[in-house]
């Protein structure tokens, strides 16, 4: 099997194509596919330039023939590939943090979406807001970049549909430096004392720098807040502080210290070949892989027909870090368990429980009515 | 390479939103529109007023030398077609130098035929689908370039389908203009063969509804399927001809002991009707010579309950 992958670049994670294609080749070596399977690469950049993303997804497809092509891009840009695909009959899987979500979710046959679901574990964080304690107010803090992504409308959307009000919103504009300071948010905490929730979405080194600022505010410990997944990733979490004196929830796609067999044998197989604990971007790598695992056992049947691989992937259930994971009939994502972490006041550990009850929540956000118009940044979220 | 310029060929509405976007991008040279087409040419005329786009009105027989003249003229590089009635030869829709492309309100292979939006409605499938595929010398054959689907609710009626499938229409052909920016290459997919259906213009036996065959489901379809331009799905109640318009099917209503087509309930606004399964149907609008009528309004006439549609 040949696959070709679009690889990632950016700034802020500087080794989101490494760590990715690290899971993969751990993946390979753990199921020792490395013979059975040849990879061909090309950079994208940040993923915004349909042009680009065009080009080089030609020359895997055309050129060099790849059976399957691995694209870590977002959605704004899928669309000019789809003619590519069909005339070539090839499978497509898109892989990204999942901080959007398509207008349209009725799937292209040749297309499926393994993601980390940042816009949907927002959903879900937005209900788990408006549900907790009497409070309806809330606080919306995110980045001029965060902010770009579909992610925030779904936190916001969830907590409002569920009875919460929108008092106040932060964007904040500065890069993550040792400037950081959030002072316009501090006045509208100390003016309005209504206000005790925070839904935040920011990516993980500016997630540390607003949690090391809240907690300098006096009355920090009033404050509860309801965070990104990105801000709940260890290095966020971890940022040099003895103890936060508010608390965070929030749901999160995967965890290190999820208990199943399938996230053990992933870290233990990731920190053998790579002395290192893996990342999300190293889960999406050994993910996809056990996706073309799956995919080239199959092959003696359906061959590399694009429609008949997405029909074997419907009929599966794989076991992956994260849990069962499933291919949704209706939209073509693949489907996972989610976490809810938190932190309470005071304490240093996170704690993480698998949530079972998300599949009617997915049901309404996936079902949505498309919103008219929409804006945002066209590259892939995280890749700046 | 040169920004590719575009001519559309064009015979009712669904065709606006990709005309607004190719106007928009100041990429339309010139609009062709059969001249039996009389209220759609007024229409674009007054949309167009003052945009300086041509707007050539052609017969069957002028069609193909009229867009020959007209594609040389503004050098046109693409050609567009979104419901046109005329056949091109292969002499005319091989001019513009990147192809002839026509978006089908159907998909492809599995809609073929003039008609596709009523097809899929009353096949009730919940979602409808549009193609764009090259032109070649058969109908709907050319290879697939793109297919996209929009969700269709039960209530849908054709008008609606109509709009959502423009707006697909002009999604799709946004689609194809950013890769003409940066290819002169379209890539396109042969129609599978054992997948191609081909449906024919509904006829007037297609639009009847049939009592004693059809479940309430089937015949909300046809409903809506009918809805406008139709004026609704026919049928007949004590040798009066109408057409029912605006219905919807009632589960709760136990009507064992009726046969499909009695009226079990009748108000001031709406009439009930058996239909197979122990089904019902609710109907709130009628059409009749004498114009648009709440359903109850046949009381007003005579028709009371026990009596049989057929």
Not at chain 1, 226 to 243: C, G, N, V, W, Y
Not at chain 2, 96 to 101: A, D, V
Request: hydrophobic share 45%.
């Amino acid at each position: 099997m040949n696959i070709g992958i679009l690889l990632p670049r950016s700034d802020a994670h500087a080794n989101i194509g490494i760590d990715f294609l690290a899971g993969l080749k751990t993946l390979f070596a753990a199921e020792r596919l490395q013979d059975e399977i040849q990879i061909f690469t090309e950079s994208v950049g940040f993923g915004g330039v349909e042009k680009a993303v065009y080009e080089n997804a030609e020359k895997l497809l055309v050129i060099e023939d790849v059976d399957i092509l691995i694209a870590f891009i977002d959605l704004n840009v899928i669309k000019v590939l789809e003619p590519l695909l069909a005339a070539t009959n090839k499978l497509m899987i898109v892989v990204n943090p999942g901080a959007n979500f398509p207008q349209n979710w009725i799937p292209q046959p040749g297309i499926i979406y393994l993601t980390l679901q940042q816009a949907f574990n927002c959903w879900l964080t937005g209900k788990y807001a408006a549900t907790q304690s009497e409070g309806k107010n809330a606080l919306m803090a995110t980045s001029f970049y965060d902010c770009g992504y579909r992610h925030s409308e779904a936190m916001v959307s969830n907590f409002v549909r569920n009875e919460g009000v929108i008092t106040f919103n932060y964007i904040h504009d500065q890069k993550a430096s040792e400037d950081f300071n959030i002072d316009r948010l501090k006045i509208f905490l100390e003016e309005d004392s209504d206000t005790d929730k925070l839904l935040c979405i920011f990516d993980s080194k500016p997630a540390g720098l607003l949690y090391k600022s809240i907690n300098e505010h006096k009355e920090a410990s009033q404050l509860s807040l309801f965070a990104s997944p990105m801000m709940l990733e260890k290095t966020a979490i971890d940022f040099p502080q003895t103890s936060f004196k508010f608390s965070i929830d929030g749901y999160l796609p995967w965890h290190a210290d999820i208990q199943n067999d399938a996230n053990a044998s992933f870290i233990k197989s990731y920190e053998n070949a790579k002395k290192k604990m893996p990342g999300i971007f190293s889960l999406l790598g050994w993910e996809a892989g056990i996706i073309l695992q799956r995919l080239l056992a199959e092959s003696v049947h359906t061959g590399y027909d694009a429609s008949e691989q997405v029909s074997v992937l419907k009929a599966a259930s794989i076991e992956s870090p994260r849990g069962e994971m499933k291919l949704d009939d209706e939209t073509h994502f693949i489907l996972t368990p989610t976490y809810l972490a938190s932190l309470p006041a005071g304490s240093e550990t996170l704690l993480i429980n698998q949530q079972d009850d998300w599949y009617e929540e997915w049901a309404f956000f996936s079902t949505r009515p498309p919103e008219k118009i929409i804006s945002g940044w066209t590259n892939t979220y995280l890749c700046y | 390479m040169e920004s590719p310029t575009y001519i559309l060929l064009c015979g009712n509405r669904l065709a606006i939103p990709v005309m607004r976007s190719l106007l928009f991008q100041n990429k339309l040279a010139a609009i062709i529109i059969p001249e039996k087409c009389k209220a759609f040419i007024e229409q674009v005329d007054i949309l167009l007023k003052g945009a300086g786009i041509p707007i050539i009105s052609v017969n069957e027989k002028s069609t193909s030398k009229v867009l020959a003249a007209t594609i040389k003229k503004h050098k046109v590089t693409v050609g567009l077609i979104v419901t046109y009635s005329y056949k091109l030869p292969p002499e005319v829709y091989n001019l513009p130098s990147l192809g002839f492309f026509n978006i089908h309100p159907g998909p492809l292979p599995e809609y073929r035929g003039p008609d596709p939006i009523f097809q899929q409605i009353v096949r009730r499938e919940k979602k409808i689908g549009l193609s764009i595929h090259k032109l070649d010398s058969g109908f709907d054959s050319g290879d697939v370039v793109l297919t996209d689907f929009t969700s269709l609710a039960a209530e849908d009626t054709y008008g609606i389908a109509m709009t959502k499938l423009s707006e697909l229409a002009a999604d799709m052909l946004a689609v194809l203009m950013r890769i003409f920016e940066f290819s002169s290459l379209i890539p396109a997919r042969k129609q599978v063969s054992t997948k191609v259906a081909f449906y024919q213009k509904q006829s007037a036996e297609d639009v009847v509804i049939y009592w004693q065959e059809m479940t309430a489901d089937e015949i909300v379809a046809l409903i809506n399927a009918c809805n406008p331009w139709n004026n609704g799905a026919a049928t007949s109640i004590n040798n009066i001809q109408l057409k029912l318009l605006i219905a919807e099917k009632e589960s709760t209503i136990d009507h064992s002991n009726e046969k499909p087509g009695a009226i079990i309930e009748i108000d001031s606004d709406e009439i009930t009707i058996a239909t197979l399964n122990n089904e019902a149907l609710v109907v709130k609008t009628i059409y009749m010579d004498e114009g648009f009528l709440a359903a109850g309004r046949l009381s007003a006439i005579g028709v009371i309950v026990g009596d049989a549609f057929n």
